[in-house]
């Protein structure tokens, strides 16, 4: 029995010289719900491509459901909502769903699919009618209108404003739990926090990390401390606040008169915590949270990029290095 709904196994895609994708490794299992989070040009889109067997991998395999993405869609397994392609313009909202519906090798029915996707109060309009939102649910609604065992979305709240984006939260998580495995692409570190159990980071086209948001926001490792001190319990250095163990960064303000307040993020915030009792400070409603994602993927991104930068300039001196070698060595010769 195959347990995986898609695998990636050393996919690499390159655009002329832009590696899009660069050595993908990755499964995805039955009932999932991932979102597939990056900046621009992460290499989000083209991976949905080559998984979906809409571009091909220059190295590396994709399969779906064990065999080649092509049979899986032609068997009507895969419903998906690309940010490419525009909708058939002079029809009705219903009709273009029936549609979808009747050609679907496992088509549902069109009141059940307009329901699910919320559309059904504007299914008598026609589609060149519709607002971006609202567009954006007519796709829904496509990728949906078969009894699909995955669903690829990219990017698909694009063009959504708050209240609406929720709602289709809400939809898109009913299809999580009608059993289907959900993959989407998303800019939105909101959107990943609360609807998946899986999120996936790209960054330039590799995989930087894979766990619950959980699980990547404690992977940053960072936590804030907040607190007062009042200048009744005694005065205090912002220095030596600075060198208290973990701290990675540190905010004071003086908004009422003899009371400061100080922010601080911490990599051990066990560690802080107990330096300030030991410092003698008395902190007044001392608070330790945990950072949120978008924190946590700014800290892995920006570690990334700093040890990319370092091995960049490592490249170069020893590039450096060689080419003295090599003049040297022309010196010697003459
Ligand atoms: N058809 C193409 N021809 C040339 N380069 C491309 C093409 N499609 C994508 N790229 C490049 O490949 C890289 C990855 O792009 P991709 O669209 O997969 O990323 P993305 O994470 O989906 O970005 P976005 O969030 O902006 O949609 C980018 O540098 C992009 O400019």
């Excluded at 050393?10 to 655009?15: A, E, H, I, N, P």
């Excluded at 796709?139 to 065992?149: K, Q, T, V």
């Excluded at 289907?180 to 996936?200: G, K, P």
């Excluded at 619950?212 to 030596?240: N, Q």
Aim: charged share 30%; glycine share 12%; proline share 3%.
């Amino acid at each position: 029995m195959v347990t995986e709904v898609a695998a990636f196994r050393g996919v690499g895609k390159s655009y002329g010289r832009v590696r899009a994708v660069d050595g993908l490794d990755l499964v995805l299992r039955p009932g999932e719900t991932v979102a597939l989070l990056g900046p621009n040009g992460a290499g989000k889109s083209t991976s949905l491509d080559l998984l979906l067997g809409l571009r091909e991998p220059d190295r590396g395999s994709v399969t779906l459901f064990g065999g080649a993405p092509r049979a899986a869609i032609e068997d009507g397994r895969v419903g998906a909502m690309l940010q490419s392609g525009g909708l058939m313009s002079d029809v009705k909202v219903r009709e273009l769903v029936q549609l979808a519906c009747d050609v679907h090798p496992r088509g549902r029915s069109v009141t059940e699919v307009l329901t699910d996707a919320g559309i059904t109060e504007f299914a008598e309009r026609r589609v060149d009618k519709l607002s971006g939102g609202q567009e954006q649910r007519v796709r829904f609604a496509l990728a949906i209108a078969g009894d699909n065992d995955l669903i690829v979305l990219d990017e698909p709240t694009t063009g959504m404003d708050v209240s609406v984006r929720q709602s289709f939260w809400a939809s898109m998580r009913a299809q999580a739990d009608a059993g289907r495995t959900v993959l989407f692409a998303t800019h939105y570190l909101e959107e990943a926090d609360s609807i998946a159990d899986r999120v996936l980071v790209l960054h330039r086209g590799r995989l930087i990390a894979d766990g619950s948001s959980a699980e990547i926001k404690a992977r940053a490792g960072a936590r804030r401390i907040a607190f007062e001190l009042h200048d009744a319990d005694g005065g205090f250095e912002e220095s030596v606040l600075r060198t208290l163990p973990g701290v990675q960064s540190l905010d004071v303000t003086a908004r009422v008169p003899g009371v400061r307040t100080v922010r601080i993020r911490t990599a051990d915030a066990d560690a802080t915590a107990a330096g300030i009792y030991r410092a003698g400070l008395y902190p007044r409603g001392l608070e330790v949270a945990g950072v949120g994602l978008e924190q946590a993927f700014l800290t892995i991104t920006g570690e990334l990029d700093r040890q990319d930068g370092a091995r960049r300039a490592d490249e170069q001196s020893a590039d450096e290095q060689s080419t003295d070698e090599r003049s040297a060595d022309k010196e010697s010769v003459r």
